[in-house]
């Protein structure tokens, strides 16, 4: 799950907590300066693991290429930037380095993906996308998780606390448990 910028979805957390739900929830910085102590509570809970959603929740490329609208880093430097600064900033708040990154809105070059690895952690895509940039109704939310197929990743987000996220998410799991699907984090 995504914490681009915003609020928190508690009734998301509540959801995913209950059902014993694992997850990796990527913080971005902007979101980390919103919601200070929910972040480091939530990176407390053995539950989920913390990835980067980088510094600035932008495309991460060398050539400056848009993905939804948004100009991504334009140079090797501002791509390390945009990764670097908020891995520093994880790895103070979990007293480890984070293992996951995703770029804003989940774009990745080449010369991005060698970066990423390249600062020690591993680029995470998605192959299901649950909620379309928090857009999507609880009915399609809940339609996209359960068409994910064994070893999906499903890409949602947990900083929209009024879209159709926590709905659908709470009407797909008990579904998809009841049907023998166990979650898992990569």
């Not at 809970?45 to 932008?58: A, C, E, S, W």
């Not at 520093?88 to 990745?108: D, K, V």
């Not at 857009?135 to 947990?158: D, K």
Request: net charge negative.
């Amino acid at each position: 799950f995504d914490a681009c910028d915003g609020a928190c979805d508690e009734a998301l957390l509540n959801t995913l907590q209950t059902h014993g739900v694992p997850a990796v929830l990527f913080f971005n910085s902007r979101w980390i300066d919103r919601n200070p102590d929910r972040a480091a509570q939530l990176a407390a809970d053995p539950l989920f693991q913390i990835g980067n959603h980088g510094t600035r929740h932008v495309p991460l490329s060398v050539t400056g290429r848009s993905a939804y609208g948004i100009a991504g880093t334009r140079s090797v430097d501002e791509a390390v930037d945009e990764v670097w600064r908020n891995h520093q900033r994880l790895t103070a708040m979990l007293g480890r380095p984070p293992t996951w990154f995703r770029p804003g809105t989940a774009y990745y070059d080449d010369v991005g993906v060698d970066i990423v690895q390249h600062l020690g952690e591993q680029p995470l895509g998605f192959s299901v996308n649950g909620d379309s940039g928090a857009r999507a109704s609880a009915a399609r939310v809940r339609a996209n998780l359960l068409s994910a197929t064994p070893g999906s990743i499903v890409i949602a987000h947990m900083n929209h606390p009024n879209s159709g996220t926590h709905a659908g998410v709470a009407d797909a799991i008990p579904q998809m448990q009841g049907a023998g699907w166990q979650f898992v984090t990569p």
